[in-house]
Structure formats: structure tokens, C-alpha cells
């Protein structure tokens, strides 16, 4: 039983910057990964960034490479996506996920291997 609430989202023109945050409850032990998901209308759902709670070992999706920093703060049970050099491609529904197997590189970034879902939380990057 874990919760995730995501925060952050909102407007921004292209070239700024947001920061979203998930805080996540419950059986949070049992979480070895948590990552973010995209999803904009009419896409399928997309891995953005994703962490290893136990070693803090990142993925990220090669379009935010350099872009885009996932981190944790274990005291705040809290996994935070710093988003720079914002384009309005990135613009979507963003949600975070938590797993609670161990995933290889190949799957991290896939939606079928995660368990629990937050509610999800807009950002639109305008031109």
C-alpha cells in the first residue's frame, strides 16, 4: 500500500524551468524503484526519469538527457524531477510511479513494471 501525490506542474514558457515533486506513504520500504512518467493527449504513456532508491542509480529517457534530474530525499519519503530547458514537447501529464521489484535497465523506464500511480500533474510549456 503506497500513495503518491505529485506536485509542481503548471504553465511555463519554453526555456524555463519547474520542479514536480512526489510524496509517497504507506509501505514505502518496499519501493526499490520510483520514476516519472509523460503522458500527453493522444500519446501512449512515456518513461521519463526513473531512480533506485536504494543506490540512488538513475535512467533517464534519452529525450531529457541533460534536461531533466530525478532525486530522492529519503527523510521526506519525497522523489523530485528538476526540469530545465523546458520545450513545449515536454508538455503532458506527468505522473509518478513506484515499484517494488528490482528492474533491470531495460524495463526501468517501462509503465507495465510499476505498481502505484499518483494522481498526476499537468505541465505546458508554451512557445
Known amino acids: 500500500q503506497v500513495q503518491l501525490v505529485e506536485s509542481g506542474g503548471g504553465s511555463v514558457q519554453a526555456g524555463g524551468s519547474l520542479r514536480l515533486s512526489c510524496a509517497a506513504s504507506?509501505?514505502?520500504?518496499?519501493?526499490?524503484?520510483m520514476a516519472w512518467f509523460r503522458q500527453a493527449p493522444g500519446k501512449e504513456r512515456e518513461g521519463v526519469a526513473a531512480?533506485?532508491?536504494?543506490?540512488?542509480?538513475?535512467t533517464y529517457a534519452d529525450s531529457v538527457k541533460g534536461r531533466f534530474t530525478i532525486s530522492q530525499d529519503n527523510a521526506k519519503n519525497t522523489v523530485y524531477l528538476q526540469m530545465n530547458s523546458l520545450k513545449p514537447d515536454d508538455s503532458a501529464m506527468y505522473y509518478c510511479?513506484?515499484?517494488?521489484?528490482?528492474?533491470?535497465?531495460?524495463?526501468?523506464?517501462?509503465?507495465?513494471?510499476?505498481?502505484?500511480w499518483g494522481q498526476g500533474t499537468q505541465v505546458t510549456v508554451s512557445s
Open positions: 531512480i533506485a532508491t536504494g543506490t540512488g542509480g538513475t
Open positions: 510511479a513506484a515499484s517494488g521489484q528490482a528492474l533491470f535497465l531495460r524495463i526501468r523506464l517501462a509503465p507495465s513494471r510499476y505498481d502505484y
Open positions: 504507506g509501505y514505502t520500504y518496499s519501493s526499490n524503484y
